[in-house]
């Protein structure tokens, strides 16, 4: 496992996402509310590109006509079929006890740290004042 | 440590031998402007058109039954192109996600524009589906030979039906008449024989893709609620127009007709043919004119395509189904570019034996038009 430095902070804003190849890997980070997720942009459905689908929210209801959106932004409906996901996770919705999407972590990190390592950031211009997502594959 | 992401964005693994020169039996075309239509209609209906527009047997005019997914009204999510447009709208676009993917041999288009199929005005309704036919040829067909193009009709206007498809036979663009599922009657009645007679003796095939309106109640126990509940109705109207074509002795009739259902599921195939042969042996004196037992005729004359594929809990049942239907009547479709398209390397969720795949998802096709 390394880490890798995929983007400036301010690059994805609250609500948005960017799709970055690792490792030969397209994954998805989004930004969830100042918090940063990572999945991996393959549905384990039928292999569509996942993270190119809407954050949507959770819709729930105890009786027909009694509908509560909770989660709102939490989830990622894939572009295909619908299938929806937790951002947070990568658990399925709609068959959670078998079907999950590949989640990577992530982490804030300060340009000092990161300029200390053994590798000198070139499509992602480190500097020491700014902040870096990390994620680690 | 810190390592650099690339940026470049590898290509997807299409190295699925099995798959090449593939036949997709299902796509959908759609102009990028509804005036593209206008080229093709007499001065007098592109008037008419303009003025009265469509009216259809739908119970709610100016609306579809229900609104389907949104946003998107129903397609899929990344395939608006991104010069504009609607999904299916653009060549290149289409090449690019669809066709130049995994080496497609063939592609057959199935219209659901212009609804010349569903029109209650019929004069109207045959210069729509004239229109439609030129429609293909001159916008798919001829830049992108791949693809080929479905006969439009409405069967309720029988001359207008019957000339056009004799006015297409031997155009080999063409791969077979396309037909409403959702009709006024079911299709085995004797008011639609003619038309399907014209389909046989001039060697096309019939392909009914589901939707459609028949300004009935879409379910079998009246309105559904939802989108979810409506879908699987389609399933109900492909059982009613087999069993409307097997009992009222449509095949004994027109020996030569075959049939496709397009985008209504196949695993209630087997269900509803072991109920067919179970009830002929006790009602057959009701139906003389039937000589062999329903299962047959529907083995002999029915075609399925695949796509929503089925998900059975346990994925090895997919398996028993095909070998009841037969590997050889089951032809691969993606519905491009809906939202419940399939795609040919993960629509199965089990590993198909390489022969029964090679039929599936291009032999039975090549044979089944004909093609080359």
Known sequence: MARHVVAAVEEIPPGQSKIITVRGREIGVFNVASDFYALINRCPHEGAALCKGLLV????????????????????RCPWHGWEFDIRTGQSWCDPDHTFVRSYKVSVEPGETLVKGPYVAETVPVRVEGNYIVVDI | MNVIAPTATPQADVSMQSLLGYVDCDIHPYFRDPAELDAFLAPKWREHRREYGARSRSPMAYAAQYPRLSPGTGMRQD????????????????REQLIDLFGMAHGIMLPLLGRGGDERNLEFGAAMCNAVNDWQLAHWCEPEPRLKASIQVNVDHTEAAVAEIEKRAGDRRFAQVQIQQRGLEPLGRHRYRRILDACAANGFPVAMHLGGTSGHASTAGGWPSYYHEEHHAYVQSMEA???????????????????????????WIPALTWRLDKHFQRLRSEVPHLKRLPSEYIRDHIWVTTQPVEEPERAGDMLSTLEWIGWDRVMFSTDYPHWDQDDPRYAFKVAIPEANKKKLFRDNALAFYGFE
Do not use: C, W
């Open chain 1, 57 to 76: 929210g959770r819709m729930e209801a105890d009786k027909p006509g009694e509908y509560r959106l909770t989660r709102k932004g939490e989830m990622l």
């Open chain 2, 241 to 267: 127009i087999v069993t409307s074509l097997v009992v009222e002795g449509v095949f004994e009739q027109v020996p030569n007709l075959r049939v496709v259902l397009v985008e209504g599921g196949f695993a």
């Open chain 2, 79 to 94: 395939a608006f192109p991104p010069a504009g447009g609607h999904p299916g709208s653009d060549l290149a676009f289409m």
